[in-house]
């Protein structure tokens, strides 16, 4: 059952392009089969995304995922801020998806938080220990989009839904990240991430999941 639901969540926080206007029929009747906690938050969005101009909900997408700090889809962020162990993290989760046979275009990420779950969809196993490491993360991210009433908000509550409850050691992660903010690199060490992870024209939160 949550193969099903991560592949939903997944097209949920991929940028809103016509692609995903031609599948909320389809997600509506995946969701609708979805335990309630799971379910009910993602039929909400599906509906607000029903309702929602196509422009209007790409341009709230940007507003809220490339132009706030605190609603980072990158979930190694979290962990490593802007530093070199976020580089070799980005890396290890590149090598984790090409053994299961998952290949990522040029434009992703490997940490897109809609790229891990088609990456869990897929591999649920794996997947599931995966999203479980980015526990704390995923959990600032589901805050902090509620404190700003983004729609999305409803997609992160079904992830947290899939994924066990907050244990005391991830309850304080959240608690520090959500004082001190992710690690910042020291002064004259080399950008975040190798070269091949920094597409011409990057920017750090602007080109979303199969964009």
Not at 31 to 51: D, I, K, N, Q, Y
Not at 55 to 81: I, Q, S
Not at 168 to 174: E, K, N
Request: charged residues 25%.
């Amino acid at each position: 059952m949550n193969s099903a639901a991560w592949q939903a969540q997944s097209l949920l926080l991929g940028y809103p392009d016509a692609d995903l206007a031609g599948r909320l029929d389809l997600l509506q009747r995946v969701v609708r089969a979805l335990p309630t906690a799971v379910g009910a938050p993602l039929a909400r969005f599906v509906e607000h995304a029903r309702r929602a101009q196509p422009y209007d909900l790409a341009t709230d997408y940007v507003a809220t995922f490339d132009h706030r700090k605190r609603c980072c889809l990158f979930l190694t962020y979290y962990a490593h801020g802007d530093t070199r162990k976020r580089g070799l993290a980005l890396l290890r989760l590149k090598q984790q998806y090409a053994a299961a046979g998952l290949r990522l275009t040029e434009e992703e990420l490997p940490d897109h938080l809609a790229v891990v779950l088609e990456y869990a969809a897929a591999m649920p196993e794996p997947g599931a220990v995966l999203l479980s490491e980015h526990r704390a993360g995923i959990e600032l991210l589901r805050l902090a989009l509620e404190d700003s009433r983004s729609p999305w908000a409803d997609v992160l509550a079904s992830v947290s839904a899939t994924l066990p409850p907050l244990a005391g050691d991830q309850r304080q992660a959240v608690a520090r990240l959500a004082a001190e903010g992710p690690p910042e690199e020291e002064v004259g060490l080399e950008p975040f991430a190798p070269p091949e992870y920094m597409p011409p024209g990057y920017m750090p939160h602007a080109q979303g999941h199969r964009r």
